[in-house]
């Protein structure tokens, strides 16, 4: 070998080390970045010339395996987070059964009351306290009813937030598969634009569950876990647009059912806006879950409630002193409840006002709502009708409450129950996703940057640098030497 073509090769040997050197420290300084690709320099001999190291590029390396499943794993747990979140407040908001403030305790009061007030009906702070119970009961599922529907509207504007996200998130990825496609084009270094473009999905992965599919030139198609394409260059230059439109209020009779609120499309289509849709197993689809089924739900057999309560207590009821058509103790909104008017009743009830607390009518729990005046103080029989029309097993009117024949107490402790059912279940689901996506998550670092490796890399490199420096260093001394003969 000739003395010029022992000194080309050393520099490109030294070339090679110090753009693996370079490597190597941005492995070491991003060791703990999320989205960050391990970077390792790809080399070979030159075939053409006096020989040498030919740097061939630089080798991004991920398990797409891996990232794939922890991608999937975000979104079963942001589906989970999310209705386990929902689930929790409303079990506040019912309360433990006995502990005060809680709808059981509510009604226990309002129970116990009217046993009290029977017992002594000649009693006016008796009685006013049946009418406070009863309003405290009635106030209490008036609460729950708006707390539903205030979080069937928040989770309407969670839902139009995460469209905006997903579509921006898709925008930002075509920009990038294009920058990606240039640089590798022009045989540039695109690493760090992959880890941008990695980092953009890893941020909406949470939504809805994604997969990414690998094209030419470095770029990726982007597709919903059930199959749609959300971005595929080799189909459309552009990303699928995902439409909804949000609403400023949400009220107990507007559905998706219906048409009163909005559902989902892409590019245009309408799809499936559940969480069983396209675009479903993510929060996304938590939220569809949450304001178009759970709370809804939630919301019927409320509404069953209170309509049962107010059942109990109608014309055809215990106060004789009433005829059809008058408003029971309990009314919807101050009028007679309507059977075709049940959907947000639970919202609307409220204590008859000829026995309001406030006022001085409170005698009319003893000698009926009807009554002109005042009868006998002693007189216990409708107190006694009152209590003996919640304990009576009846089948109720409302079809949310189902066919059978309950009590009126066991109907408010079964709904209690199924809520704290359902936040255990969401607890048990919640657990198995985090620590399933913890364990991705975990294997996803684990074939990341290993620091100790870098290092030993490292010193590779050094003694690679060291031996071509040192091939210079004696070119150079042999040269002086032929210059000076």
Known sequence: MSLSGALSNALSGLTANSRAASLVASNIANATTESYG????????????????????????????VLSDRRLSDAQTGFAEDMQTF???IEALLGPSGEAGSLSSFYSAFENAILSASSDPSS??????????????VGKLNDVSTTL????????RTIAA????????????????????????????????????????????????????????????VYAASGNPLLDPTIHSEPAEIGFTAQNLVTADMTLGNGLLSGLTISGQAVNSTNEGPLGGGTLGAQLQIRDAVAVELQSVLDGI??????????SGPDTTLVAGDPGLFTDAGLAFDPLNEVGLAGRISL????DPAGSGTWR?????GAATQGDVGDARLLQAYSDALESLNVPGSTSLGTGAFSFGEHVGDFVSAVSTARVHADGQQSFSNAQNTALKELELSAGVDTDAELQELLRIEQHYAANARVITTVDELMQTLLSI
């Open 124 to 137: 006016t702070q008796r009685l006013q306290t049946v009418a406070l119970a009863a309003q405290d009961f």
């Open 87 to 89: 689930a929790s407040k």
């Open 352 to 355: 008859n006002a000829l026995v």
């Open 306 to 315: 209170a309509r049962d309560l107010i059942e109990r207590f109608e014309p």
């Open 149 to 156: 529907q205030l979080s069937r509207a928040t989770a309407d």
């Open 38 to 65: 391990r970077r390792t320099l790809e080399t070979s001999s030159r075939t053409v010339g006096v020989g040498g190291v030919q740097i061939d590029g630089v080798n991004r390396r991920i398990d797409t395996a």
């Open 365 to 369: 729990l003893r000698d009926g709502l």
């Open 162 to 221: 995460q469209v905006d996200s997903l579509n921006t998130a898709l925008g930002r990825v075509k920009d990038l598969n294009e920058a990606i496609a240039e640089a590798m084009y022009r045989n540039g270094d695109a690493s760090s634009l992959m880890d941008e473009r990695q980092r953009v999905i890893d941020q909406v992965s949470e939504i809805v569950p994604l997969r990414t599919v690998q094209r030419d030139n470095g770029m990726i198609a």
